[in-house]
């Protein structure tokens, strides 16, 4: 695993990532929609745990509260439509 950079960020990107993220097959939510892209973001410790913490008191896994805040803030429009 690399050292965290001594500039004062907090995380680092790993080398060949191609190695460690998945390819774009479809994986398969909670509600039956189709996933295919992997989204990371840096968040720092507390924001994670703040998350974590979040998850587990509504009984659910912080991928799951992070798609439907997306779904929340960023609607489908054609999912209004219909």
């Given at each position: 695993?690399?050292?965290?950079?001594?500039?004062?960020s907090?995380?680092?990107?790993?080398?060949?990532?191609?190695?460690?993220?998945?390819?774009?097959?479809?994986?398969?939510?909670?509600?039956?929609?189709e996933?295919?892209?992997?989204?990371?973001?840096?968040?720092?410790?507390?924001?994670?745990?703040?998350?974590?913490?979040a998850?587990?008191?509504?009984?659910?896994?912080?991928?799951?509260?992070?798609?439907?805040?997306?779904?929340?803030?960023?609607?489908?429009?054609?999912?209004?439509?219909?």
């Amino acid at each position: 695993m690399k050292k965290a950079p001594a500039n004062g960020s907090f995380a680092t990107r790993p080398g060949a990532a191609e190695r460690w993220i998945r390819s774009p097959t479809a994986v398969v939510g909670q509600q039956g929609e189709e996933f295919s892209a992997r989204l990371t973001i840096d968040v720092t410790p507390a924001v994670r745990r703040r998350l974590k913490l979040a998850a587990v008191m509504r009984g659910t896994t912080v991928a799951d509260l992070m798609r439907a805040l997306i779904d929340q803030h960023f609607p489908d429009d054609a999912k209004e439509t219909s």
